[in-house]
């Protein structure tokens, strides 16, 4: 692989990294019902293959985790698992149409409550450290609902609101990015045509300028000879 496509790829993979983490202190810092931390993950992991959109996704959970607390690390598993399966997915034509657009959010949706909840227990309680996922939790239990489902429809909220947007995202933009290139191609080729229609005429043009001078040539040729036999010595000279 040339050192140029090397550096197209990690300037890709950086930006990447950069929105994913982006989106994530942005959620965070306006309280919203959403992580916004999987876009890049799922971008990379169509353009570049699940295990590239595996490593961003862990990278940011391993930088944030640095920054802010430690146990955010365990949760680059889930983001790998997204990875893995969009890419998978992509693969076998799913994101071709909206509604397998919606199949992929729903299985990541799945995969994501179900590697997350135990963390969860682990190091928050079993809440999801979003208060509109503990307010969801909060609102079963005081309704009587057991704590293990209660959690789980916290983190269902979460993830399947926050996969749904980003999924989604992915399939508007892969669409976007097609009809444009078909729109370039179809000018291209209307570009194409008419650069063949200029040579065409062209060479038409001088075609038949040889042949109208050809036959001026000829013609004035014809009209010079008919003209020498009138001359006076050559009249002289056709006499016996």
């Not at 862990?58 to 365990?74: A, D, E, P, R």
């Not at 397998?100 to 135990?118: A, E, R």
Request: with cysteine; aromatic share 14%.
């Amino acid at each position: 692989m040339s050192e140029k496509k090397w550096y197209k790829i990690s300037l890709f993979v950086g930006i990447c990294i950069l929105i994913n983490y982006a989106g994530k202190i942005f959620a965070q810092n306006l309280q919203l019902p959403l992580f916004l931390d999987s876009f890049g993950t799922v971008v990379a992991a169509y353009v570049l293959g699940p295990l590239c959109g595996a490593m961003v996704g862990m990278t940011v959970n391993i930088i944030y985790g640095i920054l802010y607390s430690w146990t955010y690390i365990f949760y680059a598993v889930v983001s790998a698992i997204v990875a893995v399966t969009v890419g998978i997915c992509a693969r076998k034509g799913y994101l071709k149409n909206l509604f397998g657009t919606l199949s992929i959010s729903f299985l990541t949706t799945i995969l994501s409550v179900v590697l997350s909840v135990p963390f969860n227990y682990m190091y928050f309680d079993g809440y999801t450290n979003n208060k509109w996922g503990d307010g969801v939790i909060n609102a079963l239990e005081r309704m009587g609902f057991n704590p293990i489902i209660s959690h789980c429809a916290g983190e269902f909220y979460l993830d399947f609101l926050d996969k749904v947007i980003t999924i989604v995202l992915l399939f508007l933009l892969i669409r976007f990015y097609k009809s444009r290139k078909k729109v370039q191609k179809n000018a291209k080729k209307r570009l194409t045509r008419a650069r063949m229609s200029c040579i065409i005429h062209l060479v038409l043009e001088n075609s038949l300028r040889s042949v109208a001078q050809l036959g001026s040539a000829r013609a004035l040729g014809a009209w010079g000879r008919g003209f020498k036999s009138l001359h006076s010595d050559h009249f002289l000279q056709a006499k016996p």
